[in-house]
């Protein structure tokens, strides 16, 4: 299995971007543990984190050919980003939606997502075990 791990704006900043709400964890650590968790089931993976939805969105286009799932942190994109939700939708690729924090328990306009439409699932409030869970996610749908 083919999975994208991608990571949306702002989670290069992991570690020092509030860790009261984000943890400690900087991203290389939580791409060590995805890696390390995927390569035991015998999964490929590709990292992809960018601060722009563009650059997001043409990730998705290159890569979907490859991928059989598409674990996805859209980080501030959740709330308004239509053409994210877009692209996921127009490649037909299973697709986890997941976020370090509870977003339902934040602020208002943190508990809507455009994204969760297009989406096999959602999974939030985990810390890292988000990533992990939307791994098995995908894996029981292949």
């Known amino acids: ?3 994208l791990i991608i ?11 509030e860790p009261e709400i984000y943890g400690t964890l900087t991203l ?5 543990d995805i890696l390390e968790y995927t390569k035991e089931k015998g999964f490929q993976v590709k990292f992809f984190q960018s601060n722009h939805e563009g650059a997001i969105i ?6 979907y050919h490859w991928a059989h799932g598409i674990v996805i942190n859209p980080g501030a994109l959740t709330h308004y980003s239509y053409a994210l939700r877009d692209a996921i939708s127009s490649v037909g690729v299973p697709t986890v939606e997941v976020h ?6 934040r602020e208002s306009f943190r508990k809507i997502s455009v994204i969760a439409p297009a989406c096999i699932r959602q999974i ?6 988000s990533y992990l ?4 996610a995908l894996s029981e749908r292949w």
């Open 1 to 3: 299995m083919n999975i």
């Open 124 to 129: 939030s409030g985990l810390g890292k075990e």
């Open 100 to 105: 370090l924090s509870d977003i339902q328990t």
């Open 7 to 17: 990571h949306g704006p702002n989670l290069n900043m992991l570690g020092i971007r």
């Open 28 to 32: 290389d650590d939580i791409n060590h």
């Open 58 to 63: 043409d990730f998705i286009h290159e890569n």
């Open 133 to 136: 869970r939307g791994v098995d």
